[in-house]
Nanobody, 123 residues
Framework: QVQLVESGGGLVQAGGSLRLSCASSGRSFRTYAVGWFRQAPGKEREFVGGITWGGATTYYADFVKGRFAISRDNAKNTVYLQMNDLNPEDTAVYFC????????????????WGQGTQVTVSS
């Protein structure tokens, strides 16, 4: 089990950028794949993107369309979600989650979750 804490959310204008961080204090964090999810009011939680435990490969939802990039620094036990060209439809609470399995896009397959960070994009 790992503890996860997201940060970096906030209010940004359409077309702007934000970088979210997902930090863990657990030494085993580097052995977990990490996924980013988001949940807008009244909607189900949806997969945004993920990164394998080694950091060599990333995978994204189709709606990202090259606007977002995930990276990890295992020395700092942190995974990042760089979001560019944001639009109001990206407004949601963003969560990071960790799992022992790579390539997972289903929320139920993740055992560890952060508390979420709010991202609001104004038009």
């Amino acid at each position: 089990q790992v503890q996860l804490v997201e940060s970096g959310g906030g209010l940004v204008q359409a077309g702007g950028s934000l970088r979210l961080s997902c930090a863990s204090s657990g030494r085993s964090f580097r052995t977990y794949a990490v996924g980013w999810f988001r949940q807008a009011p009244g909607k189900e939680r949806e997969f945004v993107g993920g990164i394998t435990w080694g950091g060599a490969t990333t995978y994204y939802a189709d709606f990202v369309k090259g606007r977002f990039a995930i990276s990890r620094d295992n020395a700092k036990n942190t995974v990042y979600l760089q979001m560019n060209d944001l639009n109001p439809e990206d407004t949601a609470v963003y969560f990071c989650a960790a799992t022992k399995l790579n390539w997972v896009r289903i929320p139920g397959e993740y055992e560890n979750w952060g508390q979420g960070t709010q991202v609001t994009v104004s038009s």
